[in-house]
């Protein structure tokens, strides 16, 4: 199965742009239309959150499958809250909108406590063009 691992340096938001390409090219002939462009935003989001909400570095790994592509973020802060999806506290705001689009868009996602972390992940389909192919 193809896969995509990436160490994301702390607090680096450059990360954001590079994790999106490194998955675009991952994705070049994976799913039906729009679908690489979904991951990448869920992905994106996904980074940011790890990036901006913890003080350690994280992990993104994406893996094609037959059927799916499944795309995890893990970072490395101890047990703390999860994250769940929330409403923006101010309509025009822009943060707080990540996680609602994750699970608006994604055919599944969850988040898994590790060893030292947690795992944020979701899931998407390859889509009916995919798996005619």
Do not use: I, Y
Not at 14 to 29: C, I, S, Y
Not at 62 to 75: K, N, S
Not at 105 to 128: M, Y
């Amino acid at each position: 199965m193809p896969q995509l691992r990436r160490r994301l340096g702390r607090a680096d938001l450059r990360a954001v742009p590079e994790a999106r390409r490194a998955l675009r090219e991952l994705l070049r002939h994976w799913g039906g239309p729009g679908q690489s462009e979904v991951a990448e935003l869920l992905a994106s989001e996904l980074v940011t959150n790890a990036l901006v909400h913890t003080d350690e570095g994280a992990v993104l790994t994406a893996t094609v499958g037959p059927r799916a592509l499944r795309v995890e973020v893990q970072d490395f802060v101890g047990r703390g809250r999860q994250p769940r999806p929330r409403a923006p506290q101010r309509e025009e705001s822009t943060n707080g909108r990540g996680l609602v689009l994750v699970e608006s868009l994604a055919d599944d996602w969850g988040v898994q406590p590790c060893e030292v972390g947690k795992s944020v992940w979701f899931e998407l389909g390859a889509g009916a063009e995919a798996e005619a192919a």
